[in-house]
C-alpha cells in the first residue's frame, strides 16, 4: 500500500527482521488468493530478489520453530 512508497523496506531504509516477517506474511496472503495491492507485489518481488534473502527466512523459520518447542516443552513440564 501507499505505507510503502518511497522506501525499500518496512523500517525505511534498512533490511530488518520485520522485512522477513511481512514477506512470509504477504506470500500466505497471496497463497490464500488474496489480492495485494501492487506496490506490496513489487516490495514482495524486491525482497525476493535480494542476495541471500532465503538464507534469513530459513533462519527467521527455524527460530520460530526453535521458540515453539522450547515454549511447548516448558508448558509441558509445568503442566506434568
Do not use: M
Not at 525499500?8 to 530488518?16: E, N, P, Q, V
Amino acid at each position: 500500500g501507499d505505507w510503502l512508497e518511497g522506501q525499500d523496506y518496512i523500517a525505511g531504509d534498512s533490511f530488518t527482521l520485520a522485512d522477513i516477517y511481512y514477506h512470509h506474511l504477504f506470500s500466505w496472503l497471496k497463497t490464500l488468493g488474496i489480492q495485494l495491492p501492487e506496490q506490496t507485489k513489487v516490495y514482495v518481488k524486491g525482497l525476493s530478489a535480494r542476495e541471500k534473502f532465503l538464507g534469513s527466512r530459513v533462519w527467521f523459520l527455524g527460530r520460530v520453530l526453535s521458540d515453539l518447542i522450547i515454549n511447548n516443552i516448558s508448558i509441558s513440564r509445568a503442566n506434568s
